[in-house]
């Protein structure tokens, strides 16, 4: 089963690459079929296997030779081991699709955040909706036992998540004189506290900041980043929110995370 699962999460990260190179250029993410961005060609079904074609092509075009990003293995390397992760913790349960769905959206922006500095509203407004929905309609995802405790629970989860970024975006502004915080953080941190609470909420921002620092100075280490370089903190928090999810059932500094 969990061979099953894996692959079906190289599937979603295959169409997740998909939605990252399309959604920001306004392209249909469902027609045409996949062309190679440099000849034009398409690509043929059998060059479209996850993991196994950009490995047996050696990241390269059948046809120009043109090199592929090996961010397309990348992006279906993590989503097929990430899904897999998540029927360990879950199982074979209703959680695991929620959870998959949400995961599969954190990346998606994640990356699109990474290529152009936004947060896709197509994603994330509707996400915030979906993530308060279901919470009601399945309220074990927050360990309650009733729908109004579920409810309550996404619902701060929304307020608190957008809450702290408003307030945090008010003090740069006074400090910096500066935007500190983008709005699509904003939106973002508030989709995560509709899918996982307020109590992942502050776990994720804890990850978050440590994360970000962490990579940001190894990047600026490693002279890949300059300290001036603007850093988008929605791959971050997206992060977090992963690391906040595999906490859910579990205790975090003494705290019960539901
Ligand atoms: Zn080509």
Request: glycine fraction near 12%; proline fraction near 3%; charge should be positive.
């Amino acid at each position: 089963m969990g061979i099953i699962i894996f692959i079906l999460g190289l599937i979603f990260g295959s169409f997740a690459n998909v939605v990252i190179y399309r959604l920001p250029k306004g392209k249909s993410i469902v027609s045409p079929g996949s062309q190679c961005p440099s000849c034009g060609k398409n690509i043929l079904w059998y060059d479209n296997i996850p993991l196994l074609s950009y490995i047996l092509l050696r990241g390269r075009c059948r046809f120009c030779k043109a090199s592929i990003s090996y961010r397309y293995f990348v992006v279906e390397l993590i989503t097929g081991l990430l899904f897999l992760a998540l029927y360990l913790k879950f199982g074979l349960t209703i959680d695991l699709s929620i959870y998959a769905l949400f995961i599969l959206c954190l990346l998606i922006m994640g990356f699109i955040d990474i290529d152009t500095y936004l947060i896709s509203d197509i994603i994330v407004l509707p996400g915030i909706a979906i993530g308060f929905i279901l919470s009601v309609i399945f309220p074990q995802m927050h360990y309650e036992m009733t729908r109004v405790g579920s409810l309550w629970y996404s619902f701060t989860g929304i307020m608190i998540g957008a809450g702290i970024l408003i307030f945090l975006a008010m003090v740069g502004k006074l400090l910096f004189r500066k935007e500190a915080m983008g709005g699509g953080d904003i939106k973002l941190l508030a989709m995560i506290g509709a899918f996982l609470g307020w109590k992942c909420v502050f776990i994720t921002i804890f990850f978050a900041s440590l994360l970000g620092t962490v990579i940001s100075l190894t990047l600026i280490g490693l002279k890949k980043k300059k300290m001036e370089d603007y850093v988008p903190f929605g791959p971050y928090l997206g992060l977090g929110a992963v690391v906040s999810l595999f906490y859910k059932g579990m205790t975090f500094l003494g705290f019960f995370i539901n």
